[in-house]
């Protein structure tokens, strides 16, 4: 692989049923974040878990927690999340009409700002804000499932994330969420991904691989 990253397991393909017990598995695997899905049903077609299910994670674990929003008004879980023990909150740009108030708000809580985009979202809607975020998450599927094959095309959003950071000396990590598995990861990486999300390949089995 071209480049090291960090690894960040999501919990969206865990056992739910064992969640302290798969953060365990996380930290022996190599994880070195979480990845937390919150789904409200409307942003996307799933529902997942909110705010309760991180406080009671938060002190299973010391790893970073990358809690991703997939929910139409983010701005009204900043405190919540924040309370919870997330380190990083993570909102879609398509939800959020009010983003620079946003960020401001989650940095204030004490969280570090992270921005998503959709695989039908253009890198330039991020313009505005991309000097003002800690992370910049893309989606290489459409959320809100598990188990989704990796729209490839969407690696060159991470490409063009890179080169923008590098002309603009910005400092924002790049992360990488959809269809990540044995065969895809490389390639993820070679984009020049900092964090890669895998879910489902991760608790299948193939995290050996």
């Not at 909150?89 to 959709?118: D, N, Q, W, Y």
């Not at 969407?154 to 959809?178: A, F, H, N, P």
């Not at 991904?193 to 608790?203: K, L, N």
Request: with cysteine.
């Amino acid at each position: 692989m071209g480049t090291s990253f960090i690894l960040a397991p999501s919990l969206l393909s865990a056992d739910f049923s064992r969640l302290a017990e798969e953060l365990t598995f996380i930290e022996a695997n190599g994880g070195e974040w979480v990845h937390l899905d919150v789904m409200d049903g409307a942003f996307v077609p799933n529902l997942t878990f909110g705010a309760p299910v991180v406080r009671c994670l938060r002190n299973k674990s010391t790893l970073p927690f990358d809690v991703h929003l997939m929910v139409e008004r983010p701005q009204d879980f900043v405190k919540t999340f924040a309370e919870a023990g997330a380190d990083y909150f993570t909102f879609h740009i398509e939800a959020s009409v009010h983003a620079h108030r946003l960020i401001s708000e989650i940095r204030a809580a004490g969280m570090k700002p992270g921005v998503s985009i959709v695989p039908s979202t253009p890198v330039h809607i991020l313009d505005e804000v991309l000097p003002l975020v800690d992370l910049v998450l893309v989606m290489t599927v459409n959320p809100g499932f598990g188990g989704q094959t990796m729209i490839s095309g969407c690696l060159e959003k991470v490409r063009e994330l890179r080169k923008r950071r590098t002309e603009k000396q910005y400092t924002y990590l790049i992360s990488v969420d959809g269809g990540i598995n044995a065969a895809t990861i490389t390639n993820a990486a070679d984009a020049g991904a900092d964090v890669i999300v895998s879910g489902s390949s991760f608790f299948s089995g193939d995290i050996k691989k």
